[in-house]
């Protein structure tokens, strides 16, 4: 089993930053794929972001390219997000995944885990 533990969400104002960070633990292995989803009230999940083990590939949303950064520390066992240029329809609660395929799975939808969620909410 893996345990992964979501942070770093809130409020914000539109054009803001956010960093949000996972952190997992239990039976993790390398060679994973982490990434990040987020659902909207009354909308499905939607995929955000994903990463590689080595970070040499990454898959974004294009509604998040070009403000949205996805990063991992292995040695911390921590996934990132780094959230700017925040609009409204950010808004939602943002979930880490885990897989032991690669990142296009995630992208594609398929993962083996993921956390509670943090909720990030962008102001107008």
């Known amino acids: 089993q893996v345990q992964l533990e979501e942070s770093g969400g809130g409020l914000v104002q539109a054009g803001g930053s956010l960093r949000l960070s996972c952190a997992a633990s239990g039976r993790t292995f390398s060679n994973n794929a982490m990434g990040w989803f987020r659902q909207a009230p009354g909308k499905e999940r939607e995929f955000v972001a994903a990463?590689?083990?080595?970070?040499?590939?990454?898959y974004y949303a294009d509604s998040v390219k070009g403000r949205f950064t996805i990063s991992r520390s292995n040695a911390k066992n921590t996934l990132y997000l780094q959230m700017t240029s925040l609009m409204p329809e950010d808004t939602g609660v943002y979930f880490c995944?885990?897989?032991?395929?690669?990142?296009?799975?995630?992208?594609?939808?398929?993962?083996?885990?993921w956390g509670q969620g943090t909720q990030v909410t962008v102001s107008s």
């Open positions: 995944v885990y897989t032991s395929l690669g990142p296009e799975r995630i992208a594609e939808g398929r993962y083996d885990y």
């Open positions: 990463i590689s083990w080595t970070g040499g590939s990454t």
